[in-house]
């Protein structure tokens, strides 16, 4: 592709398209974004690249190349009028391979993608082979364009699922439940462009979870091997508490492993398999999981006083990652959730609610359904800020091992992403720790 005949478009201006927009500078003939949040602004003014505010046909017409953002819906009607004008639209993976020299582990599932990543990335790196995480986990994969790698580990979400078509050498469905619906618009659009993975996939081979309802149709689709993992049932790699088991022989040890619960154990069986089915040995591949700290976000301890522990788990958007987290802990814990909701409703909690929360603290959007689909369950506390609830927790701690941030729901109602509002939570908890002391 040569990009110095080419005008470029970049339609959104986050992550992604930032890191576009830097790769795209110096080797396209002119380069231009678009970009739908008029916040942006200033930015893009300070930058001197040539902009609008709103997604227009018109501006974007004027491109011989559009690229699209993972935050941008692929069917929204601007692209498709461009589609209909026959424009070339890109979706940004898609564009990425075409300058990327790396084999490539595909990872994708509702919850679990980031660690499973970063995990994997840590394995191979271990075993002395030049890897990297990337993708939706925080660097996108443009940034390794022209790079030496032996693989690249990347998370790949629904969204870039629906507007890209990656082939890579070896996929991994961890699981799928109720999320971005709104985005998809049903359960089954919303698995389906997950299982585009699996269905592009023409060698390597396959690892996925058979503990996940949906494993007779990703066995349906399946063009390569199929590896598989579960906490559920008979597998190759069978996940239990203790860690994980091939027949009779226990090949890692939750105990020896940094990471917290049963879902994590699940992510460590996805990349043992990986790592096994590339050829490094278990005992490297062991090194790996119990070396490996948690990611930020994701049931990330990061604080005990007084034999009371505080979690963070702002990454957990969804109703079915609150589950995993509560299913992880032993004990009660004061539960911070809310946020904007996703059309889940929070009833599936009520067992594990009743067992193992002495009180819900609500923010957000959602906070008013919150209290009344598990108000009759365990005391639910509305309030109005992230200070205000870290404030409620601490003084409600008599009877509880700690405080657990676990969301259920998306962070854009009072913060600008998850980060931050697990930033923010931290803050608020070490202060007011350092305040007792």
């Known amino acids: 592709m040569d990009l110095s005949r080419m005008d470029v478009a970049v339609v959104g201006f986050g992550r992604t398209g930032r890191a ?96 499973t990543v970063a995990l994997t990335a840590h394995i191979l790196k271990g075993a002395g082979l030049k890897a990297e995480a990337c993708g939706n986990i925080g660097s996108p994969l443009i940034n390794f364009a022209h790079g030496d790698y032996d693989y690249l580990v990347v998370e790949l979400s629904s969204y870039q699922l629906e507007a890209n078509s990656p082939r890579v050498l070896i996929s991994s469905i961890l699981n799928c439940s109720p999320d971005h619906l709104a985005r998809h618009g049903s359960f089954e659009l919303y698995c389906s462009s997950k299982e585009r993975l699996l269905e592009l996939q023409e060698e390597g081979f396959s690892v996925l979870n058979r503990g996940d309802e949906r494993w007779r149709v990703w066995k349906a689709k399946l063009r390569v091997h199929g590896v598989w993992f579960s906490s559920r049932g008979e597998a190759d790699l069978k996940v239990e508490r203790d860690g994980g088991w091939m027949g009779n022989r226990r090949v890692f040890e939750a105990a020896k492993m940094k990471l917290l619960g049963l879902h994590n154990m699940e992510n460590a069986a996805a990349a043992f398999l990986i790592a096994r089915g590339l050829g490094i040995p278990e005992d490297r591949i062991r090194e790996g999981l119990y070396s490996f700290r948690p990611l930020e976000h994701r049931m990330e301890v990061f604080a005990e006083k007084n034999g ?130």
Not at 52 to 70: C, H, Q, W
Not at 89 to 105: C, E, H
Not at 321 to 348: C, D, H, N, P, W
Not at 408 to 434: H, P, T
């Open 308 to 437: 009371k522990v505080f979690i963070n788990d702002s990454k957990a958007t969804n109703v079915d990652s609150v589950k995993r987290a509560l299913e992880a802990l032993e004990g009660q814990f004061v539960l911070i959730m809310g946020g904007r909701g996703k059309g889940e409703t929070y009833r599936g909690l009520i067992p594990l609610v009743k067992e193992r929360v002495s009180l819900i603290v609500a923010l957000g959007e959602e906070a008013p359904r919150i209290k009344e689909e598990l108000g009759t369950v365990v005391p639910v506390v509305v309030v109005s800020s992230m200070g205000e609830a870290v404030k409620v927790s601490l003084e409600n701690l008599a009877g509880a091992q700690g405080v657990l941030l676990s969301p259920a729901c998306a962070s854009f109602d009072m913060f600008s992403n998850f980060e931050e509002r697990g930033r923010i939570f931290k803050e608020e908890v070490l202060r007011r720790l350092g305040d007792d002391r």
């Open 20 to 115: 576009l927009w830097n790769f795209l500078k110096d080797r396209a003939r002119r380069v231009f974004i678009s970009e739908a949040d008029p916040a942006r602004e200033d930015l893009l003014r300070s930058l001197g690249v040539k902009y609008e505010i709103g997604n227009s046909p018109e501006f974007l017409a004027r491109a011989d190349l559009i690229l699209v953002s993972p935050g941008v819906p692929w069917r929204a009607p601007f692209l498709e009028e461009l589609r209909e004008r026959g424009k070339r639209v890109m979706g940004d993976v898609d564009f990425a391979l075409k300058f990327v020299r790396a084999n490539l582990v595909g990872i994708t599932g509702s919850n679990g993608k980031s660690t």
